[in-house]
């Protein structure tokens, strides 16, 4: 592959907490995959840093619908949805190379329903065979990311399904979810989709492995925390702007999802990293 066969990615950074704030710490390239992987996987991204001596820096991500598959020179891991805020230690020199899968896509592939996969940590060789621990376990200092894409589109082409119309068919309602200025409730969400709300949810068991009602409020907390770190808008403006009740409910998804309130996540923006000793 050609440096100009590279596709980057123009997707938003929005699972990376205080993201403009912390990534003078590591450098983040995204890249979309070859066309016949389209249904497959939404991106690759490759992370590397380099700290000075005694620096560490812990980057907290948002939780996450995607299974990823991760390298990291420690072992290579199919990592399911993750509910919670997650935190990712970095000290010295490193770098994690990544696989998001599109939700869904992996159906096929494990056993069980997506659900049942939330928050858990997997041996990658498990679902993608032996060869799979192979591909960087020399390195990747040697490597450009043309090569890792590359050597990345050429192992899992052989993990391509056809994609089913319940997969289609949930593609479509995440869309919405992501993208929908008027769908806020799992009950909107089922009559835009002309489906039962029981019906729904199953869909996202199986396929997703979080609850539409959970998703609501991710994407709809992910506008929240672009607008707060902006510092254009007030809290109850904010509120308001994002069509929650009132600014209870607002403080009360934050908390449920991060673990923190806005107050505290802005504090936590400025929170100063451990200096080099």
Aim: one cysteine or more; glycine letters at 6%.
């Amino acid at each position: 592959m050609r440096a100009t066969d590279l596709q980057y990615s123009h997707h938003r950074v929005s699972g990376v907490m205080h993201h403009s704030d912390s990534q003078k710490h590591y450098r983040l390239r995204r890249y979309l995959p070859d066309t016949p992987l389209a249904n497959l996987v939404e991106q690759y991204w490759l992370v590397n840093w380099q700290l000075k001596n005694g620096q560490e820096h812990v980057q907290r991500n948002l939780p996450d619908p995607n299974f990823h598959l991760t390298f990291d020179g420690q072992g290579v891991k199919l990592i399911g949805p993750v509910s919670k805020v997650y935190h990712y230690p970095m000290a010295a020199c490193g770098f994690v190379i990544g696989v998001k899968f599109i939700p869904g896509s992996l159906n096929a592939l494990l056993s069980k329903p997506l659900g049942d996969y939330v928050d858990k940590e997997m041996s990658a060789s498990r679902y993608f065979g032996p060869d799979v621990n192979g591909m960087f376990e020399t390195g990747v200092d040697a490597l450009t990311d043309e090569n890792i894409v590359a050597a990345l589109n050429g192992f899992l082409l052989g993990f391509v399904k056809p994609v089913t119309a319940q997969q289609s068919q949930v593609a479509r309602l995440l869309a919405s979810i992501k993208h929908s200025n008027e769908i806020h409730t799992v009950a909107q969400l089922a009559q835009h989709a002309s489906l039962p709300v029981r019906t729904l949810q199953r869909l996202f068991n199986r396929y997703v492995g979080l609850s539409p009602k959970w998703l609501l409020r991710k994407y709809r907390l992910h506008d929240a925390l672009e607008a707060l770190e902006s510092n254009t808008l007030t809290l109850a403006e904010l509120a308001a702007q994002l069509e929650y009740t009132d600014q209870s409910h607002l403080i009360r998804d934050f908390k449920d999802m991060l673990g923190m309130s806005p107050a505290q996540y802005l504090t936590a923006r400025y929170a100063p990293e451990n200096e080099p000793k």
